[in-house]
């Protein structure tokens, strides 16, 4: 009788727990789930200058015109981890997180970002900081290029020339050789879709130019072969005595169709195919989504171009792109609703036109204090499910995922969005059988939100900028996820 009391009992309080949460699952995470955070360098090493760095074009981007981020601030501090980064693992060990994913400054490591000139003291900071973090049970999965290309390489063209994806290879080259036996989890370029859209589209990051109708193209094109060729690097020269994996990481926004409709559908795949086909086609199919090929083509040749706007790749640039991959690197934030529309009509060149959909936001989703940023958990799962059923990869990380408000250390909206993110994830391992095999949540703390400088928040630790020693603390969500990665349970009680 007492046994089956407190049987019951147990199942009231399991009960109870889930009822508070309905649709947070109860279920374990694998054991070998690997919980981690995420950063990159210009958003939080600062000392931009230090110990032969050279410039960077964010760094010339926000010192040229400070008008260009929003509170005129810049990344020159930052979260000072270039001094403070012994105190960052130390805290990530506090944390319970078993991967970090960080990125290499290039201009460290050649400060213009060409062979001339390697900066001994930039591969040091890095040996000593990877072995520090292994020192502590911390696995580095370790981003090549996260958005501060050297302002030289951006002199001679940037990404939109090809020579760009050479240099990057020579620059790969050197961080396998004196970091690879440190590291078995590589990520080569960073969300190229945002880089390519913000900083050669809008033009509201670094470097600032509005070339939405091709520029947008051809630099997918230059990041792609340069993801490829640091690869083929990585693939020819270095796997087989490092044996690390390596690939490309890609974000993407959830398109939901706006109504059960045939055309709402259609237009939600080809919003898709734009911003995520547009670059894992390539890699991992050999090819520009046929639709993208096939619309371009038709838009551009009314619009009196001889040629695709999209760039062609020549049958050995598909051979080299082609399969350049170990793993799915996938960053997830948010979802939009996708309605279809009739095709514009030719006018100036433009992504958009070409993409042609009608995308906007649910009044119902949370929104957090960035107007692109809206609360829509099931995305996640069902993104998961798309990849997974298009690309079919062995492995998936999602390697960020957060959301963002004001900064305050109980930061419940955060919580509540990591939870029931997580917990989409969780359904899309256990009940979808998808093979998502670590979690790097964005970001391990408060940084530099590049044209949005620090007005918005995304981390698990908040960072007083105010303070000279820029100190660190643990906010609630920071707490919550440091239990999460001890228990593996969302909630306060999991069950087998
Ligand atoms: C890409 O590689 C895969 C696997 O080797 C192959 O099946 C496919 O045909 C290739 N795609 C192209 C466009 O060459
Ligand atoms: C290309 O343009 C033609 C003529 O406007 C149209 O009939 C066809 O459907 C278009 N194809 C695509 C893929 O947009
Ligand atoms: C500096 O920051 C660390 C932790 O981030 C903290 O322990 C220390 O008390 C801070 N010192 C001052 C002077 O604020």
Redesign the pocket.
Known sequence: MMKYLLTLLFALAVKGCVGQNANISNRYFPESFLFGAATAAYQIEGGWNEDGKGESMWDRFVHDNPSRVADRQSGDVACDSYHKWREDIQLLKELGVKLYRFSIAWTRIMPDGTPAVINQAGIDYYKNFIQELRANDIEPLVTLYHWDLPQHLLELGGWLNVQTADYFAEYARVVFENLGPYVKLWATVNEPKTTCMNGHGWGTHAPGLKLIGDGVYQCAYVQLLAHAKAWRVYDEEFRASQGGKISLVLDCTWAEPASDSALDAEAAERDLQFNLGWYANPVYRGNWPQ?MI??IA?RSS?EGYPFSRLPEFTPEQIDLVNGTFDYFGLNMYTASLVQWQD?SPISIPDYSLDKNTNNYVSPDWPKSVSDWLTSYPSGMRKLLNWVNNKYHPSEIFVTENGWSDNGQLDDQGRLTYLQSYLSNMLDAILEDGINVVGYTTWSFMDNFEWHLGYTEKFGILQVDFNSPNRTRTFKSSGKWYQRLATTRCLLDQCVD
Request: proline share 0%.
């Open positions: 639709e096939d619309r038709n009314l095709d």
